[in-house]
C-alpha cells in the first residue's frame, strides 16, 4: 500500500558515544542507564521539528496529510513473544534521562508480557534499533499511518577523513524508510543528514 523509499546514512557518534559512558558512570548508582537510543529518540525530535512532514499521518484515502503537533516516540523492543513497539508520550518534553527510564519501564513490562494498549498507541514517529544484535543497514517497514521509520544498525569504528588525515571515528548506520506519497527523496535526504549532525553534536538540539 505503501511506497516505500530508504535513506541510508552514517552517524559519527564517537564524541556522544564517549558522554555516555561517563554519564552511565556518573549514574551508576541512580539505577538508570542512558542507552544510545535514548539519545536517538532525543535527536529525532529535533530533526522532526525541522521536517513536520516526517511527523504526520495520510488519512485511510490517502487523501489528506495530518501533521502532529506532538512527538510520541515508538520503539521496537525484542520479546520472548516477539516484537512489540512501545511509545514514548511526548517526548520533547522531556529530557534524555527522563526517556531512558521510561524505555527502561517499558521494555521490562513488554518483556514481561505486562504492556497496556495504551503503552503501544499514538506513535508519531517509529525508531527499529537492531544495533544489539547486528548488521550494517536494513530496510525496516513504514508503520502506517505513520510515514516514516528510522532504523539503526550497529556502530563500529570506521577510518573517516578529515582533509588531512584518517581518523578512527565511530560510526551509526541510519536507515530511513519514508512513504513516497508524503516525502520525496531530497527531503528524505535532508532529514537523514541533519539527524545524523544533531548525533554528531548534541548542542544542535539547543539551537
Known sequence: MIPHV????????????????????????????LTMLA??????????KKYPSFNASL?????????????????????????????IKNADQKGILQIAQEMGELSLAAREG??????????????????????TAFTPIVNAP???????????????????????????PLSLSYDHRVIDGAMGARFAVYLAEVLADMRKTLL
Open 114 to 135: 505486562k504492556l497496556k494498549p495504551t503503552d503501544m498507541q499514538g506513535a508519531s514517529f517509529t525508531i527499529s534499533s537492531l544495533g544489539g544484535i547486528g548488521g
Open 146 to 172: 505513520e510515514v516514516a521509520i528510522l532504523g539503526l544498525s550497529k556502530a563500529s569504528m570506521k577510518p573517516v577523513w578529515d582533509g588531512k588525515q584518517f581518523l578512527p571515528r565511530l560510526m551509526m
Open 39 to 48: 539519545f536517538v529518540i532525543k535527536a529525532s525530535v529535533a530533526a522532526l
Open 59 to 87: 488519512d485511510e484515502k490517502g487523501e489528506n496529510l495530518i501533521l502532529k503537533n506532538f512527538y510520541n516516540i515508538g520503539f521496537a523492543a525484542d520479546t520472548p513473544n516477539g516484537l512489540v513497539v512501545p511509545v
Open 6 to 33: 530508504t535513506q541510508f546514512e552514517d552517524a559519527d557518534i564517537t564524541e556522544l558515544e564517549e558522554f555516555r559512558q561517563s554519564s552511565n558512570a556518573a549514574l551508576a548508582k541512580s539505577g538508570t542507564k
